[in-house]
């Protein structure tokens, strides 16, 4: 059994070097007692940087808009929640999470939607049909203010901020005119309100 101890600035040198010594012949186990100490940063600034470190992340692969993952920090431990289009994307985000200064621990809970010729046709055609629509266009403009859109199975739900209550209804009855989706569950969220439209 090794044990770790010292002190290093990001949670991802932690980790490589759990990840190195578990490597090492005859090591059975590790007990990881390294601390990350880096700057101090407030929960909130923090998980501010992360969402938006986050939802930059992947732009230019294509999949940013089917990607719905939710940042929560408390105490600078990182909980990443939500939905990732492939395991890729989730795997981008904990990397994104790990190497943020201030971050000390990271919580991975992001479920991959599942792989699925039917669903990669739906999710395509779900994002046309909103994105196409001269109304909600503009949500594609800034990848940090998109609809995400997560597709299982035949089942989408819409994630995101949206300017107004009819901008909500517009993306759920473009998602629901799609052939080949079961159900639609709107979880747009509309900008200043602080209840569930």
Do not use: C, W
């Amino acid at each position: 059994m090794a044990t770790l101890t010292g002190t290093v600035e990001l949670f991802d040198l932690k980790e490589e070097a759990d990840k190195r010594v578990h490597r090492v012949k005859g090591v059975q186990g590790v007990r990881n007692n390294i601390e990350v100490d880096g700057p101090q940063i407030s929960d909130a600034a923090l998980q501010q940087k992360l969402v938006k470190a986050i939802s930059y992340d992947r732009v230019g692969y294509g999949t940013t808009a089917f990607n719905a993952i939710a940042v929560n920090v408390q105490n600078g431990a990182v909980t990443l929640t939500g939905h990732a289009y492939g395991p890729v994307d989730a795997d981008s985000a904990v990397a994104v999470a790990s190497n943020m200064p201030g971050v000390k621990d990271v919580i991975n809970d992001i479920q991959v939607d599942p792989v699925s010729p039917m669903d990669d046709g739906i999710r395509i055609q779900v994002f046309r049909s909103i994105y196409g629509f001269p109304s909600l266009n503009k949500y594609a403009m800034d990848p940090a203010k998109s609809i995400r859109i997560s597709v299982q199975n035949g089942n989408v739900t819409l994630y995101g901020v949206v300017d107004s209550k009819a901008d909500k209804d517009t993306a759920n009855i473009r998602a629901s005119s799609v052939p080949g989706v079961f159900k639609v569950t709107n979880d747009l969220q509309v900008a200043g309100s602080t209840n569930r439209d």
